[in-house]
């Protein structure tokens, strides 16, 4: 990761384009997303990106430990300031998600699904995430509350270093291409592309930008779990809602209700019953 590739390689008006407030590359962070809200609480502007090359405390969705191994990974954090508030940043998530897949396909023709929320899939394999946080007590110096976009994608992780469990269930970018991948320009591709559609949002585009989603989508039309308040649930996953909620058809009990998750997880039902 070189700061000064990136800086040249955007096309971007506001991400990665902060003025005096810099982007960050560290060698080592606890968490980017961490170091990210820590700026973003002493004033630091809409579009900051900070870049570690490694994370001791790096963070996945649900409270899980992201394994975070020295220069194995991208894990950069956006610092928004979106206008927006509640559940219009749902959407948020869904525009980073888009956003990344595509630019890892332009940068490296592999081409990648999404699982709802948003993991990265390719190849039925977790290549990476995105952990969308807003931080209290970020609302300072007049400045719009901070929404911290924090995305991790499996460079050329070892899975035979990795616990038993997740070792079948991820792929890195080296894998599926056969080649090391320039983080640089995969992150200032990334940044312009999360830019524009970002864009969409604030053009309330948000039927295209929902449309692009579910193109990518490995959820849509399959047979899912999940727990929601404590119960588990099976059904299909049907739709994604305007606001970006999972709709599922659960045929529990022999009647059909149709359930809207707006966060949590769900597991995909393989062919042999199994779930993924
Ligand atoms: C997931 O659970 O799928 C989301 C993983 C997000 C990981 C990234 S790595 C960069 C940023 N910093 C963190 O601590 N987490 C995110």
Wanted: neutral net charge; contains cysteine; aromatic residues 4%.
């Amino acid at each position: 990761m070189n700061l000064d590739k990136l800086q040249s390689l955007l096309t971007t008006k506001l991400l990665g384009r902060a003025g005096e407030r810099h982007n960050e590359l560290w060698d080592t962070l606890d968490s980017t997303n961490s170091r990210a809200a820590a700026i973003a609480r002493e004033a630091a502007p809409h579009g900051v990106i900070v870049f570690a090359r490694e994370q001791t405390a790096g963070r996945g969705r649900l409270g899980r430990q992201w394994i975070s191994q020295r220069d194995a990974g991208l894990y950069m954090s956006f610092l928004l300031r979106p206008e927006q508030k509640g559940q219009e940043l749902a959407l948020f998530t869904i525009a980073a998600g888009v956003a990344v897949a595509e630019a890892i396909e332009e940068s490296t023709q592999v081409l990648v699904g999404l699982k709802w929320v948003n993991d990265l899939i390719v190849d039925g394999k977790k290549l990476g995430g995105i952990l969308a946080e807003m931080p209290a007590g970020t609302a300072v110096a007049g400045l719009n509350g901070a929404l911290i976009v924090g995305i991790g994608i499996n460079l050329s992780v070892d899975s035979d270093t990795l616990p038993e469990e997740l070792r079948y269930k991820v792929t890195s970018l080296r894998e599926a291409c056969a080649s090391d991948v320039d983080a640089s320009a995969l992150a200032a591709s990334i940044a312009n592309m999360l830019e524009d559609r970002l864009r969409m949002l604030q053009q309330r585009e948000h039927a295209r930008l929902l449309d692009m989603w579910k193109k990518r989508s490995v959820t849509l039309g399959r047979e899912i779990r999940a727990t929601v308040n404590g119960r588990e649930i099976h059904g299909t996953a049907c739709d994604i809602s305007p606001d970006g909620a999972l709709v599922v058809e659960s045929n529990g009990a022999g009647r059909r209700e149709r359930i809207v998750l707006h966060a949590g997880e769900i597991s995909i039902r393989n062919a042999d019953g199994s779930y993924a």
